[in-house]
Protein backbone atom coordinates (compact mmCIF):
# COMPACT_ATOMS: atom_id res chain seq x y z
CA UNK A 1 0.00 0.00 0.00
CA UNK A 2 1.99 3.17 -0.84
CA UNK A 3 -1.37 5.71 -0.63
CA UNK A 4 -1.92 5.86 -3.78
CA UNK A 5 -5.47 3.97 -4.61
CA UNK A 6 -6.17 3.43 -8.34
CA UNK A 7 -9.54 1.96 -10.08
CA UNK A 8 -10.26 0.19 -11.62
CA UNK A 9 -7.72 -2.70 -11.53
CA UNK A 10 -8.59 -4.28 -14.87
CA UNK A 11 -10.29 -2.46 -17.64
CA UNK A 12 -11.64 -4.04 -20.81
CA UNK A 13 -13.40 -1.50 -23.47
CA UNK A 14 -14.21 -1.35 -27.14
CA UNK A 15 -13.03 1.33 -29.13
CA UNK A 16 -16.06 3.47 -29.12
CA UNK A 17 -16.45 3.11 -25.64
CA UNK A 18 -15.73 5.99 -23.28
CA UNK A 19 -14.48 4.85 -19.67
CA UNK A 20 -12.74 6.75 -16.58
CA UNK A 21 -9.43 5.83 -14.95
CA UNK A 22 -9.56 7.06 -11.11
CA UNK A 23 -6.90 7.93 -9.14
CA UNK A 24 -6.64 9.23 -5.21
CA UNK A 25 -3.97 9.76 -3.15
CA UNK A 26 -3.84 10.13 0.82
CA UNK A 27 -0.74 11.60 1.45
CA UNK A 28 -1.19 15.36 1.22
CA UNK A 29 1.00 15.71 -1.89
CA UNK A 30 0.25 18.60 -4.42
CA UNK A 31 2.10 16.91 -7.23
CA UNK A 32 0.02 13.78 -9.65
CA UNK A 33 0.75 12.38 -12.47
CA UNK A 34 -0.53 9.65 -15.19
CA UNK A 35 2.02 7.11 -16.72
CA UNK A 36 1.35 4.79 -19.27
CA UNK A 37 3.79 1.73 -18.70
CA UNK A 38 3.35 -0.84 -22.10
CA UNK A 39 5.91 -3.94 -22.45
CA UNK A 40 9.66 -3.27 -23.19
CA UNK A 41 8.95 0.47 -23.63
CA UNK A 42 9.78 2.70 -20.50
CA UNK A 43 7.17 4.35 -18.89
CA UNK A 44 6.20 7.33 -20.37
CA UNK A 45 4.51 10.25 -18.83
CA UNK A 46 1.26 11.48 -20.09
CA UNK A 47 0.36 14.31 -17.79
CA UNK A 48 0.96 16.06 -14.65
CA UNK A 49 -0.76 17.95 -12.28
CA UNK A 50 1.03 20.37 -9.62
CA UNK A 51 -1.78 22.53 -7.35
CA UNK A 52 -4.38 21.12 -9.63
CA UNK A 53 -2.93 23.06 -12.07
CA UNK A 54 -1.94 20.76 -15.60
CA UNK A 55 1.71 21.88 -15.94
CA UNK A 56 2.82 19.07 -18.79
CA UNK A 57 1.15 17.24 -21.54
CA UNK A 58 3.73 15.24 -23.29
CA UNK A 59 2.03 15.05 -26.79
CA UNK A 60 -1.01 12.37 -25.45
CA UNK A 61 -3.73 11.92 -28.14
CA UNK A 62 -6.71 14.06 -27.36
CA UNK A 63 -8.74 10.64 -26.69
CA UNK A 64 -7.06 10.93 -23.40
CA UNK A 65 -8.42 13.63 -21.05
CA UNK A 66 -7.16 14.25 -17.89
CA UNK A 67 -9.31 15.84 -15.16
CA UNK A 68 -7.85 17.20 -11.55
CA UNK A 69 -10.52 18.22 -9.40
CA UNK A 70 -8.80 18.50 -6.33
CA UNK A 71 -5.35 17.78 -4.72
CA UNK A 72 -6.30 14.18 -3.78
CA UNK A 73 -8.19 13.07 -7.11
CA UNK A 74 -6.76 12.26 -10.49
CA UNK A 75 -8.85 11.26 -13.40
CA UNK A 76 -7.97 9.83 -16.96
CA UNK A 77 -11.37 9.99 -19.22
CA UNK A 78 -10.70 7.66 -22.43
CA UNK A 79 -12.80 7.63 -25.78
CA UNK A 80 -12.55 6.06 -29.13
CA UNK A 81 -9.48 4.52 -27.69
CA UNK A 82 -7.59 1.87 -30.25
CA UNK A 83 -5.67 -1.25 -29.42
CA UNK A 84 -2.44 0.05 -29.22
CA UNK A 85 -3.84 2.01 -26.03
CA UNK A 86 -3.80 -1.14 -24.27
CA UNK A 87 -1.93 -0.96 -21.56
CA UNK A 88 -0.87 -0.59 -17.61
CA UNK A 89 -2.06 2.85 -16.90
CA UNK A 90 0.32 4.31 -13.08
CA UNK A 91 -0.87 7.26 -11.19
CA UNK A 92 1.77 8.58 -9.11
CA UNK A 93 1.90 11.22 -6.56
CA UNK A 94 4.98 13.53 -5.39
CA UNK A 95 5.15 15.65 -2.40
CA UNK A 96 5.55 18.39 -5.17
CA UNK A 97 6.12 18.21 -8.80
CA UNK A 98 10.07 17.93 -9.63
CA UNK A 99 10.31 15.79 -6.02
CA UNK A 100 12.52 12.55 -6.82
CA UNK A 101 10.21 10.07 -4.69
CA UNK A 102 7.07 9.46 -6.21
CA UNK A 103 4.48 7.42 -4.80
CA UNK A 104 2.78 5.24 -7.68
CA UNK A 105 -0.67 3.05 -7.32
CA UNK A 106 -1.11 -0.18 -8.60
CA UNK A 107 -2.08 0.60 -12.43
CA UNK A 108 -5.16 0.39 -14.31
CA UNK A 109 -4.86 -3.03 -16.77
CA UNK A 110 -6.41 -1.38 -19.78
CA UNK A 111 -7.24 -3.60 -22.80
CA UNK A 112 -8.64 -2.36 -26.03
CA UNK A 113 -10.80 -4.82 -28.20
CA UNK B 1 15.16 14.39 -26.20
CA UNK B 2 15.73 12.25 -23.17
CA UNK B 3 17.14 8.72 -23.11
CA UNK B 4 18.55 6.03 -20.61
CA UNK B 5 19.91 2.86 -21.26
CA UNK B 6 19.86 -0.44 -19.03
CA UNK B 7 20.47 -3.88 -19.56
CA UNK B 8 17.22 -5.48 -20.52
CA UNK B 9 17.60 -8.61 -18.48
CA UNK B 10 19.98 -9.72 -15.80
CA UNK B 11 20.05 -13.17 -14.13
CA UNK B 12 21.61 -13.94 -10.32
CA UNK B 13 21.99 -16.30 -7.48
CA UNK B 14 20.73 -15.84 -4.16
CA UNK B 15 23.61 -14.60 -1.99
CA UNK B 16 25.70 -13.31 -4.60
CA UNK B 17 25.87 -9.37 -5.72
CA UNK B 18 24.59 -7.78 -8.94
CA UNK B 19 25.27 -4.47 -10.22
CA UNK B 20 22.99 -2.67 -12.80
CA UNK B 21 24.23 -0.09 -15.24
CA UNK B 22 22.01 2.70 -16.15
CA UNK B 23 23.32 5.33 -19.03
CA UNK B 24 21.61 8.56 -20.04
CA UNK B 25 21.17 11.55 -22.19
CA UNK B 26 19.31 14.04 -20.38
CA UNK B 27 19.31 18.07 -21.08
CA UNK B 28 18.90 19.51 -17.49
CA UNK B 29 20.12 16.75 -15.67
CA UNK B 30 19.56 16.87 -11.76
CA UNK B 31 19.65 13.55 -10.75
CA UNK B 32 19.01 9.58 -10.78
CA UNK B 33 16.64 8.06 -9.10
CA UNK B 34 15.88 3.93 -9.37
CA UNK B 35 13.18 2.35 -8.30
CA UNK B 36 11.63 -1.40 -8.23
CA UNK B 37 8.83 -3.01 -9.46
CA UNK B 38 7.41 -6.69 -9.04
CA UNK B 39 4.99 -8.19 -11.10
CA UNK B 40 1.72 -6.87 -11.10
CA UNK B 41 2.92 -4.40 -8.36
CA UNK B 42 3.77 -0.21 -8.64
CA UNK B 43 6.83 1.03 -8.96
CA UNK B 44 8.72 1.65 -5.56
CA UNK B 45 11.07 4.49 -5.23
CA UNK B 46 14.39 3.06 -3.85
CA UNK B 47 16.94 5.65 -4.02
CA UNK B 48 18.30 9.24 -5.78
CA UNK B 49 21.73 10.31 -6.31
CA UNK B 50 22.20 14.00 -7.11
CA UNK B 51 25.82 14.01 -6.54
CA UNK B 52 28.78 12.28 -7.81
CA UNK B 53 29.18 8.81 -5.30
CA UNK B 54 27.98 5.84 -3.61
CA UNK B 55 24.65 5.75 -1.66
CA UNK B 56 24.41 3.14 0.24
CA UNK B 57 21.03 2.18 2.06
CA UNK B 58 20.84 -1.60 3.38
CA UNK B 59 21.65 -4.21 1.07
CA UNK B 60 21.26 -1.97 -1.99
CA UNK B 61 23.80 0.92 -2.95
CA UNK B 62 23.25 3.54 -5.86
CA UNK B 63 25.97 4.95 -8.01
CA UNK B 64 26.07 8.41 -10.05
CA UNK B 65 28.85 9.49 -12.22
CA UNK B 66 27.56 12.56 -13.63
CA UNK B 67 30.63 13.45 -15.81
CA UNK B 68 30.19 10.09 -17.19
CA UNK B 69 26.31 10.37 -17.33
CA UNK B 70 26.22 7.03 -15.93
CA UNK B 71 25.04 5.14 -13.13
CA UNK B 72 24.32 1.94 -11.29
CA UNK B 73 22.27 0.35 -8.57
CA UNK B 74 24.15 -2.59 -6.44
CA UNK B 75 21.86 -5.32 -4.95
CA UNK B 76 24.30 -7.31 -2.35
CA UNK B 77 23.16 -10.56 -0.26
CA UNK B 78 20.38 -11.24 -3.02
CA UNK B 79 17.44 -12.79 -1.96
CA UNK B 80 14.84 -14.49 -4.25
CA UNK B 81 12.44 -11.84 -3.31
CA UNK B 82 14.79 -9.27 -5.01
CA UNK B 83 13.38 -11.38 -8.34
CA UNK B 84 11.69 -8.18 -9.93
CA UNK B 85 12.01 -4.89 -12.66
CA UNK B 86 14.50 -2.01 -11.76
CA UNK B 87 14.00 1.36 -13.17
CA UNK B 88 16.74 4.36 -13.68
CA UNK B 89 14.83 7.32 -13.83
CA UNK B 90 16.78 10.77 -14.72
CA UNK B 91 14.83 13.76 -13.22
CA UNK B 92 15.59 17.11 -15.30
CA UNK B 93 14.27 20.14 -15.41
CA UNK B 94 14.12 21.14 -19.25
CA UNK B 95 11.19 23.09 -19.38
CA UNK B 96 9.43 21.64 -16.49
CA UNK B 97 10.44 18.92 -13.80
CA UNK B 98 9.91 15.81 -14.85
CA UNK B 99 11.00 12.17 -14.43
CA UNK B 100 12.23 10.06 -17.67
CA UNK B 101 12.57 6.16 -17.39
CA UNK B 102 14.46 4.07 -18.94
CA UNK B 103 12.67 0.60 -19.80
CA UNK B 104 13.78 -1.61 -16.64
CA UNK B 105 16.18 -4.30 -16.10
CA UNK B 106 14.46 -7.76 -15.32
CA UNK B 107 16.08 -9.20 -12.19
CA UNK B 108 16.25 -13.02 -11.85
CA UNK B 109 17.43 -14.20 -8.78
CA UNK B 110 17.98 -18.10 -8.99
CA UNK B 111 18.59 -20.40 -5.94
Known amino acids: ETGVTQTPRHLVMGMTNKKSLKCEQHLGHNAMYWYKQSAKKPLELMFVYSLEERVENNSVPSRFSPECPNSSHLFLHLHTLQPEDSALYLC????????????FGQGTRLTVV | GQSLEQPSEVTAVEGAIVQINCTYQ??????LSWYQQHDGGAPTFLSYNALDGLEETGRFSSFLSRSDSYGYLLLQELQMKDSASYFCAALSGAGSYQLTFGKGTKLSVIP
Open chain 2, 26 to 31: TSGFYG
Open chain 1, 92 to 103: ASSQAQGNTEAF
